[in-house]
């Protein structure tokens, strides 16, 4: 998030950014010079740190836990030395298993799969698509109007439930920051509630990962899952961190190859091995998680404090910039100063979100997202809250969004800000 240097290229070549230093990291971003990203929250650019990871890793592409040439050694090393890296991160417990996946949605449906039967789940009816639909029968608590009323639903909740049954095993899922409107949840609090009436609690922390450290010990959260491709590390992986007896004790999410400690000549004779293993059959994404891992080093090394100051300030001027345009109205779940990261979603008055994205693109070059955000119960009802509030006949059908990280810079928002005005 500071200054960009550009120099000339074709519109399709890829040029690092100036590399910026942050406590002795290298948090240089790759970018197209010319063209302002504000799309992060859909998908971050790739960090130069996992680009030179991959790089210096081809050479030696090969097999992962299923060789005894160089090749193969050097890559089952690298693939663990990236779960131990990841796990890490995120704060991982000495029992807890670190499996790779596609994504966070991959993630979560892969913890859906493991939950023990007759499971509760719950969640609340503003997340994320893929925090919504892989639970089954899921039980959707209201949207909260602040951080304070969501801790209150869940303990509602939950007293209910334990008031029936004292014996079911339930699963609190809910998201760390909304990619709809930025706004942090209160995670700690209530995993704490959850944890009171003996439920486990799974974090998405997809929005959250990019921005603000995430730590399971420190949140006492039981899973967290998030995806590389919005932790600038866009090589096709995502991980699932979190409590080792559930995972162990459900069938494995593929049956294949890596699964397994044995299989007899039977077709019933397979044994299922324990650990990230079970769940990570086939051949694994080597480069994804070797890219996921560089990134996560590199942010480790940087001064998490010094960029949140930064994206913050970034922030304001976005959302202060917004307010001060006419017929444009914020979206937002909680109070107008509630705690958030980088994302601001808004609706301009009787315009068409897509026809303004695409003419902010072709005529500007600048990159945002338009639509519902893969998050559509959540943000209809937004933008129906959000038209009342300003006053307008009727709630527009979709939403834009900007949205911010490293690369991000004074002039991305200046530019982005004077080409809105200069359409609506």
Request: charged share 20%; proline share 5%.
């Amino acid at each position: 998030m500071t200054a960009v240097a550009q120099r000339p290229c074709s519109a399709v070549e890829a040029a690092p950014v100036t590399p910026v230093h942050v406590a002795g990291a290298d948090l240089t971003v790759l970018g197209v010079p010319g063209h302002v990203n504000l799309d992060y929250a859909a998908t971050a650019p790739c960090l130069k740190a996992a680009a030179d990871a991959v790089t210096e890793l081809l050479p030696w592409y090969g097999s992962v836990h299923r060789g005894a040439g160089a090749l193969s050694q050097r890559c089952t090393l690298e693939y663990e030395r990236a779960r131990q890296t990841v796990g890490d991160f995120v704060g991982a417990r000495p029992a807890d298993h670190v499996i790779f996946t596609r994504n966070t949605t991959d993630a979560l449906n892969l913890l859906a799969h493991a939950l023990p039967a007759g499971t509760t789940v719950l969640t609340f009816a503003g997340e994320h698509h893929a925090n919504l639909l892989p639970w089954a029968n899921a039980v959707r608590l209201p949207v909260p109007d602040s951080p304070d009323a969501a801790v209150r639903y869940l303990a509602a909740a939950l007293t209910e439930l334990r008031r029936d049954d004292t014996e079911r095993e339930i699963l609190v899922a809910v998201t760390g920051a909304s990619n709809v409107t930025g706004e942090l949840w209160p995670i700690a609090q209530l995993a704490l509630i959850a944890h009171r009436f003996r439920a486990r609690i799974a974090l998405d922390a997809a929005q959250l990962a990019p921005h603000v450290p995430v730590d399971l010990s420190a949140l006492d959260v039981d899973y967290v899952a998030l995806s590389g491709h919005k932790l600038y590390a866009p090589f096709g992986a995502g991980v699932l961190v979190g409590r080792g007896d559930w995972l162990d004790a459900a069938q494995p999410y593929l049956a294949g190859g890596g699964a397994t400690s044995g299989v007899g000549d039977a077709t019933h004779d397979v044994r299922w091995t324990t650990g990230p293993a079970r769940h990570e059959a086939g051949t694994p994404n080597l480069l994804g998680a070797v890219a996921l891992a560089a990134v996560c080093a590199t942010l480790e090394a940087a001064d998490r404090y010094a960029l949140h100051e930064e994206e913050q300030r970034l922030l304001a001027k976005l959302r202060t910039g917004l307010a001060e345009l006419p017929d444009v109205a914020e979206l937002r779940t909680f109070g107008p100063d509630a705690a958030r990261i980088g994302v601001v979603s808004f609706a301009v008055r009787g315009r068409d979100s897509a026809e303004l994205a695409q003419r902010l693109g072709r005529e500007h070059n600048i990159g945002l997202r338009d639509g519902l955000f893969c998050a559509h119960p959540l943000a209809r009802r937004l933008l129906s809250e959000a038209s009342v509030r300003a006053g307008w006949d009727g709630a527009p059908a979709t939403a834009l969004r900007a949205s911010i990280g490293l690369g991000t810079t004074d002039a991305d928002i200046t530019a982005f800000l004077t080409a809105l005005r200069t359409i609506v």
